[in-house]
C-alpha cells in the first residue's frame, strides 16, 4: 500500500473488524441511540441554582478492567495482512526495489520512477496573463491615454482565453504558496468573497447612495491569512521531516539497489 494513507486504511480495516467481530452497530444504525441516556441513573428535576456541575472523564466510568484490556490488545495486534504478507512487507525498501522493476519500463516517466532514480523535476515555465492590478498599474501611467480609454482598455483585459485560464489554472495549482495565486486573486469574485460582495451589491442597488468602498475594498484587497507562532513552527517541522524521511528512503533504496 506504498503511496497511500496506510492511517486511514488501517483505521478502516479495524472498524471491519469490529462490525465482524462483536457485530457492533453504530449509533446511527439503532433506534433514537442518542436520545436514550446511558446506564441506569435517574436524574431528579431541580432548580438552576441548585445544580453541581462536574466535568465528567472517561477514567471516572466503572469499567471491566480485564474487557477494556483484552480489547485494547486485539486493537493494537490487529492486522489485516495474513503472516506471510507481513513477512513480505517488512522491509520496505526491498518491496520498493521490487515495484521499481517492475514499473521502471512500463513508465518511465511516472513520479515514483523518476523519485527512485532521483531525477529532478524541471517545472514548465507557464505564461499567464496579467493580473487586473498590474494592468490598471499600467494603464494609470500611460498618460496618452484619456479615462474613458483607459476604462474600454482595462474591460477588454477581463476577458480571457480558454488557453489563458488552463494557463491561470495550472500555474496556480499550490495556491496559497504560490505568489501567482495571490496576484491573480486580486480583482476576481473568487469563492472567499462572493457572498460579501453579493449582499454589499444587493445593498448598492436598494440605495444606489450607498458607499461602494468597502465593495471595492474587498474584491481588490484580499488579505493574506497572517501565520500564527505555532501554524508556521508546524510547518517548518513538517518540511524538515518529510525532507529527512525522504533522504533515508533513498539511501536505503540506493543501498539495496547496488546489493541486488
Given at each position: 500500500m506504498l503511496g497511500y494513507c496506510n492511517y486511514i486504511a488501517g483505521v478502516l480495516f479495524?472498524?471491519?473488524n469490529c462490525v465482524r467481530r462483536w457485530g457492533i452497530k453504530t449509533c446511527t444504525d439503532q433506534l433514537s441511540k442518542w436520545n436514550i441516556p446511558k446506564g441506569q441513573t435517574r436524574v431528579k428535576t431541580c432548580k438552576v441554582k441548585d445544580l453541581i456541575w462536574k466535568k465528567g472523564h472517561y477514567t471516572n466510568l466503572l469499567l471491566n478492567s480485564e474487557e477494556e484490556s483484552m480489547k485494547t490488545k486485539?486493537?493494537?495486534s490487529f492486522t489485516p495482512l495474513s503472516k506471510g504478507q507481513e513477512e513480505y512487507v517488512k522491509d520496505e525498501c526491498a518491496m520498493k526495489y521490487k515495484i521499481y522493476e517492475a514499473l521502471k519500463d512500463v513508465a518511465p516517466d511516472s513520479c515514483f520512477i523518476g523519485n527512485c532514480e532521483r531525477r529532478r523535476y524541471n517545472k514548465p515555465v507557464i505564461k499567464t496573463p496579467l493580473d487586473y492590478i498590474s494592468v490598471a498599474s499600467n494603464l494609470n501611467k500611460d498618460s496618452n491615454l484619456d479615462?474613458?480609454?483607459?476604462?474600454?482598455?482595462?474591460?477588454?483585459?477581463l476577458k480571457i482565453t480558454k488557453e489563458e485560464r488552463e494557463n491561470i489554472k495550472c500555474a496556480t495549482v499550490d495556491q496559497s504558496d504560490s505568489d501567482i495565486w495571490h496576484r491573480q486573486?486580486?480583482?476576481r469574485?473568487?469563492?472567499?468573497?462572493?457572498?460579501?460582495v453579493s449582499t454589499r451589491v444587493d445593498s448598492i442597488?436598494?440605495?444606489?447612495?450607498?458607499?461602494?468602498?468597502?465593495?471595492v475594498t474587498t474584491v481588490l484587497d484580499q488579505k493574506q491569512t497572517s501565520l500564527t507562532r505555532a501554524m508556521k513552527m508546524t510547518t517548518t517541522t513538517t518540511k524538515k521531516m518529510t525532507t529527512t524521511k525522504k533522504m533515508r528512503h533513498h539511501v536505503r533504496f540506493l543501498q539495496d539497489k547496488q546489493k541486488n
Amino acid at each position: 500500500m506504498l503511496g497511500y494513507c496506510n492511517y486511514i486504511a488501517g483505521v478502516l480495516f479495524r472498524i471491519e473488524n469490529c462490525v465482524r467481530r462483536w457485530g457492533i452497530k453504530t449509533c446511527t444504525d439503532q433506534l433514537s441511540k442518542w436520545n436514550i441516556p446511558k446506564g441506569q441513573t435517574r436524574v431528579k428535576t431541580c432548580k438552576v441554582k441548585d445544580l453541581i456541575w462536574k466535568k465528567g472523564h472517561y477514567t471516572n466510568l466503572l469499567l471491566n478492567s480485564e474487557e477494556e484490556s483484552m480489547k485494547t490488545k486485539l486493537k493494537q495486534s490487529f492486522t489485516p495482512l495474513s503472516k506471510g504478507q507481513e513477512e513480505y512487507v517488512k522491509d520496505e525498501c526491498a518491496m520498493k526495489y521490487k515495484i521499481y522493476e517492475a514499473l521502471k519500463d512500463v513508465a518511465p516517466d511516472s513520479c515514483f520512477i523518476g523519485n527512485c532514480e532521483r531525477r529532478r523535476y524541471n517545472k514548465p515555465v507557464i505564461k499567464t496573463p496579467l493580473d487586473y492590478i498590474s494592468v490598471a498599474s499600467n494603464l494609470n501611467k500611460d498618460s496618452n491615454l484619456d479615462l474613458r480609454s483607459k476604462i474600454s482598455s482595462f474591460k477588454n483585459t477581463l476577458k480571457i482565453t480558454k488557453e489563458e485560464r488552463e494557463n491561470i489554472k495550472c500555474a496556480t495549482v499550490d495556491q496559497s504558496d504560490s505568489d501567482i495565486w495571490h496576484r491573480q486573486r486580486k480583482g476576481r469574485l473568487t469563492a472567499s468573497v462572493f457572498h460579501p460582495v453579493s449582499t454589499r451589491v444587493d445593498s448598492i442597488r436598494k440605495d444606489p447612495l450607498t458607499d461602494p468602498s468597502k465593495l471595492v475594498t474587498t474584491v481588490l484587497d484580499q488579505k493574506q491569512t497572517s501565520l500564527t507562532r505555532a501554524m508556521k513552527m508546524t510547518t517548518t517541522t513538517t518540511k524538515k521531516m518529510t525532507t529527512t524521511k525522504k533522504m533515508r528512503h533513498h539511501v536505503r533504496f540506493l543501498q539495496d539497489k547496488q546489493k541486488n
